[in-house]
């Protein structure tokens, strides 16, 4: 497939989310997080996904005396370099983190980018049939009656 097509369909699907502080004191197990680091965050994750990691985005595996198990989806470094993970467990002491937000649906996005996608879809449909067809409105090739003898 053709990358740029990818990157934006991952930011369509992406900008559908948003992330706000947490309405609980703690946050709730399974729930997706994101994690702003303290510096000593930072070094505490080094070892499992890299240097100078300012935030740890992934799913809140459990939570037990002070340190926190998130399966990690994705992380940015403080000099703004993403990379996406696939789970891999991570455990940072609750005092390694100086904000923790939750991920939410972000309704109205997500109903504007299903509207745009829809009537893009339709437009597009509408011109590869309208391309299809001659000035006079008929199908390519012919009329469609018997073949000549």
Same mark, same amino acid.
């Given at each position: 497939?053709?990358?740029?097509? $990818?990157? @934006?369909?991952? @930011? $369509?699907?992406?900008?559908?989310?948003?992330?706000?502080?947490?309405?609980?004191?703690?946050? &709730?197990?399974?729930?997706?997080? %994101?994690?702003? $680091?303290? &510096?000593? *965050?930072?070094?505490?994750?080094?070892?499992? &996904?890299?240097?100078?990691?300012?935030?740890?985005? =992934?799913? $809140?595996?459990?939570?037990? +005396?002070?340190?926190?198990?998130?399966? +990690?989806?994705?992380?940015?470094? %403080?000099?703004?370099?993403?990379?996406?993970?696939?789970?891999?467990? @991570?455990?940072?002491?609750?005092?390694?983190?100086?904000?923790?937000?939750?991920?939410? &649906?972000?309704?109205?996005?997500?109903?504007?980018?299903?509207?745009?996608?829809?009537?893009?879809?339709? *437009? @597009?449909?509408?011109?590869?049939?309208?391309?299809?067809?001659?000035?006079?409105?008929?199908?390519?090739? *012919? =009329? *469609?009656?018997?073949?000549?003898?």
């Amino acid at each position: 497939m053709n990358r740029r097509f $990818l990157i @934006v369909l991952a @930011v $369509l699907f992406a900008g559908c989310y948003r992330y706000e502080p947490l309405r609980t004191p703690k946050p &709730l197990v399974g729930e997706n997080v %994101r994690a702003h $680091l303290t &510096l000593a *965050g930072t070094e505490e994750v080094a070892r499992v &996904l890299g240097r100078d990691i300012a935030t740890l985005d =992934g799913r $809140l595996v459990s939570e037990e +005396a002070g340190i926190m198990h998130i399966a +990690a989806s994705a992380t940015v470094t %403080r000099s703004m370099i993403s990379t996406a993970w696939t789970g891999e467990e @991570v455990r940072i002491p609750a005092s390694s983190v100086e904000k923790l937000e939750r991920r939410v &649906l972000d309704k109205k996005r997500t109903i504007r980018t299903a509207f745009f996608a829809v009537l893009g879809a339709v *437009g @597009v449909s509408a011109l590869i049939r309208s391309l299809g067809r001659d000035p006079s409105g008929q199908p390519p090739g *012919g =009329g *469609g009656g018997p073949p000549p003898a």
